[in-house]
């Protein structure tokens, strides 16, 4: 899936190694996206969306002017338990939802789905305030990785087992604001 960066001459930011899905690949894709998700809930259906920030602001953005549905919008974050000791592997939600989702055809937004922790430990969380419908959609998707058995509704790309920076995936908080999902080349991969 490698592809040349984006054809409208934009330089690669000089700590990219290579990209993965350009600035267009995106677009075309994320309005497909749209399109699958207006013809799973209809036109008219009200859907809550609940965006797993930072990572899947960009996506959200993006994703949410695909749909022509009445939009409600929450954010959550959660821990980064990548940075603690990896074993205890424990996401945990840091703030609450503000929206009320009881009764809701929520639709879960996250940029990618990896080991599947995440996703797993926030959809059980979500259920619990008793939705009417739960569906996931992740921009990314790394089947290789999966631990635990978690699988999304929506997926904009199926990628190799590397780690992805862009359109709002960060290394360090960094390079969030790339337009394309790249590689970073291997000497700007640790934390300075
Ligand atoms: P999971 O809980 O599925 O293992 O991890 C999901 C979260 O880990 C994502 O929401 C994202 O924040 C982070 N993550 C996983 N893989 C990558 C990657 O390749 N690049 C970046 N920047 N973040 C990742
Ligand atoms: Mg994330
Ligand atoms: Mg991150």
């Known amino acids: 899936t490698v592809a ?13 190694e290579s990209v993965l899905v350009t600035e267009e690949q995106l677009r075309t894709r994320i309005a497909e996206l749209g399109r699958e998700i207006r013809v799973v809930y209809g036109p008219d259906e009200e859907l809550t969306l609940i965006s ?6 960009v996506f959200t953005a993006d994703l ?10 929450d954010c959550i974050r959660i821990s980064s338990y990548r940075d603690a000791v990896e074993s205890r592997g424990v996401p945990q939600v840091l703030g609450k939802l503000t929206l009320d989702i009881a009764k809701k055809h929520v639709l879960v937004i996250d940029d990618i789905l990896d080991t599947g922790k995440t ?13 009417t419908s739960l569906r996931v959609c992740v921009l990314l998707d790394k089947k290789d990785r999966r631990t635990v058995d978690f699988e999304a509704d929506f ?38």
């Open 119 to 131: 996703l797993d430990f926030v959809t059980r969380m979500i259920r619990k305030h008793g939705p």
């Open 155 to 192: 997926v904009g790309f199926s990628i190799p087992d590397q780690f992805v920076i862009g359109y709002g995936l960060d290394f360090a908080e960094q390079y969030r604001n790339l337009r394309y999902i790249g590689t970073l080349k291997p000497q700007f991969q640790h934390a300075s």
């Open 4 to 16: 040349p960066p984006s054809p409208d001459g934009e330089r690669l930011h000089p700590h990219v």
């Open 64 to 73: 949410l002017r695909e749909l022509e549905n009445p939009i409600r919008l």
């Open 52 to 57: 797993i920030i930072n990572g899947a602001l």
